[in-house]
């Protein structure tokens, strides 16, 4: 809930299910939003101190992402909308992340300044993106098949790690050897990326000499996770290099959920340093999914006046 711009309550329901079942089951993930969603928003509300009838306009996600868990937020903004008699905003999902950036909380944090280099990366896409304004963004290169938060969680999971995997790897690599284990490095032209062939060469490793030697996913887990993390950054760091040099980058930011990731941060923190550019990442918990960004991209579409018709429909597909 933003208040004049500002964050006054940022709820995110217990994504415990699905640790449960090891990955997002789409029919649990749609089930768990019908249920959460009167007490999240009520709760919101309350910690905002704000009732319904004090809302100027809400905002919810469009897309991309499962559509069973998508109608559930478009159904309830729609009627809310209509209810209260409210602008609706429509918000693109992965737009948002690089949004959260401008999330304000009262004291000013430095911001990027427009245009900038965003990499999003989260478990479903990785993106550079030219951010030219809050609503006009260029993918300039995106993953041709996985996502990198993907390789964090397939790559937890031959390790028996819970889902969401990411920063379960990012623990234990934080004391193993990012150089034990040789990963390949992904051949992909352009400013494109590639995470399967990591991750299908990190299965394999873990499998073939499970079966050799039973135990050996457990006893070095600390090392197989900091090689696998240590791949998967070694890939992002040297596009956004690319990226920086071939567009005289300026100023430069992560987003989405594997931006909480402390390794990657550092290293693009001296990438951008070394490259003579500023670097930018949000909080860690605007990183990961949340309801903050998506209100923070819905104030830049208000003050636009781009409104969403109240038959908007969600769309699982966007890129
Ligand atoms: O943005 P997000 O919350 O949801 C999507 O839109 O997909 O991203 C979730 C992804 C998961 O793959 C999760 O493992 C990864 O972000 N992730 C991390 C870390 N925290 C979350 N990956 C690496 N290190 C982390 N600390
Ligand atoms: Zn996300």
Not at 50 to 61: E, K, M, N, R
Not at 74 to 91: D, E, G, K, T
Not at 93 to 111: K, L, N, S, T, Y
Not at 195 to 208: M, P
């Amino acid at each position: 809930m933003l208040i004049d711009g500002v964050l006054h309550s940022n709820v995110v329901a217990s994504q415990e299910v699905h640790a449960q079942w090891g990955g997002v089951v789409p029919e649990l993930a749609s089930r768990a939003h019908q249920e959460n969603i009167v007490p999240v928003v009520q709760q919101a509300l309350e910690q905002a101190g704000v009732t319904a009838s004090g809302l100027t306009a809400i905002a919810f996600t469009r897309g991309p992402g499962l559509i069973g868990a998508l109608l559930v937020g478009a159904c309830f903004a729609r009627s809310m909308a209509q209810a209260l008699n409210i602008p609706l905003l429509a918000v693109d999902h992965v737009q948002a992340h690089v949004m959260a950036h401008f999330i304000r909380e009262g004291e000013d944090r430095p911001v990027p300044s427009f245009p900038f280099l965003n990499l999003t990366v989260s478990g479903g896409h990785t993106q550079l993106v030219l951010v030219r304004s809050p609503l006009e963004m260029e993918v300039i290169g995106s993953t041709l098949d996985d996502a990198a938060g993907e390789a964090f969680d397939k790559g937890a999971k031959v390790l028996g790690l819970p889902y969401p995997g990411g920063p379960l790897v990012e623990q234990y690599a934080k004391t193993g050897d990012p150089h034990r284990f040789k990963l390949p490095v992904p051949a992909v032209p352009g400013l494109d990326f590639s995470f399967s062939g990591i991750k299908t060469a990190f299965v394999a490793l873990v499998q073939r000499v499970e079966r050799e030697l039973p135990g050996f996913a457990e006893n070095e887990r600390a090392d197989l996770c900091a090689s696998l993390q240590n791949a998967i950054i070694d890939h992002l760091v040297a596009k956004v290099r690319r990226a920086i040099r071939d567009h005289d980058i300026k100023h430069v930011g992560i987003a989405g959920g594997v931006a909480a990731n402390v390794a990657l941060a550092v290293r693009l923190g001296e990438l951008a340093q070394r490259e003579g550019a500023e670097f930018f990442v949000p909080k860690r918990e605007f990183c990961t999914d949340n309801a903050a960004m998506i209100a923070t991209a819905g104030a830049f579409l208000l003050e636009a006046g781009v409104l969403a018709p109240l038959d908007t429909v969600p769309v699982p597909r966007i890129y």
